[in-house]
T-cell receptor
Framework: ELKVEQNPLFLSMQEGKNYTIYCNYS?????LYWYRQDPGKSLESLFV?????AVKQEGRLMASLDTKARLSTLHITAAVHDLSATYFC????????????FGKGTRLHILP | DSGVTQTPKHLITATGQRVTLRCSPR?????VYWYQQSLDQGLQFLIH???????AKGNILERFSAQQFPDLHSELNLSSLELGDSALYFC????????????FGPGTRLLVL
């Protein structure tokens, strides 16, 4: 079964702190995506990770991919209130007819 | 503004009815993807078209169908609507056939009464 699990599902943190969101998936893939969604809005692409060991950074967000462990992380450095949103990971399972499966999302609330 | 447009923004209809959702991709993008977002099912991938051809199917019900036209816009047809079809429907576009950075439209909120 194709599965993508994110944790935590809810995260409340103080400004200035660091934290990591985890995304595990069930079977081989080497293409993983991170998205951001603000309340009542559409999705915004953050990162596309295409290979084992891929690391991408944009501002206070850094994403990495370990295909052997079937794990991606989204690390938040020195969080600011503007990063409050829901973050989704999604995995493209190329060996399963290119199906895209989303995690349930992590609702991040950053307290000023 | 992502450059992807979707119409209508909101749609209220009754069970058993049929609706058509429309998506225009960004200029130059050949791929269009459709997604459904609901509280109970979360985000689900429905279908992917590339340059007019179906490329991948996700959890798309048989009552739903889609197509991509020669001008690259796409339509998602939902028929025999049920209460559980109430959801946000997003389309996204990208340049190539493999899923790269996707640009999402604002979504169509469908309410089935």
């Amino acid at each position: 079964e194709l599965k993508v699990e994110q944790n935590p599902l809810f995260l409340s943190m103080q400004e200035g702190k660091n934290y990591t969101i985890y995304c595990n998936y069930s079977t081989t893939s080497d293409r993983l995506y991170w998205y951001r969604q603000d309340p009542g809005k559409s999705l915004e692409s953050l990162f596309v990770l295409l290979s084992n060991g891929a690391v991408k950074q944009e501002g206070r967000l850094m994403a990495s991919l370990d295909t052997k462990a079937r794990l991606s992380t989204l690390h938040i450095t020195a969080a600011v209130h503007d990063l409050s949103a829901t973050y989704f990971c999604a995995v493209l399972f190329m060996n399963s007819d290119d199906k895209i499966i989303f995690g349930k999302g992590t609702r991040l609330h950053i307290l000023p | 503004d992502s450059g992807v447009t979707q119409t209508p923004k909101h749609l209220i209809t009754a069970t058993g009815q049929r609706v058509t959702l429309r998506c225009s991709p960004r200029s130059g993008d050949l791929s269009v993807y459709w997604y459904q977002q609901s509280l109970d099912q979360g985000l689900q991938f429905l279908i992917h078209y590339y340059n007019g051809e179906e490329r991948a199917k996700g959890n798309i019900l048989e009552r739903f169908s889609a197509q991509q036209f020669p001008d690259l816009h796409s339509e998602l047809n939902l028929s025999s609507l049920e209460l559980g079809d109430s959801a946000l429907y997003f389309c996204a576009s990208s340049v190539g056939v493999r899923v790269e950075t996707q640009y999402f439209g604002p979504g169509t909120r469908l309410l089935v009464l």
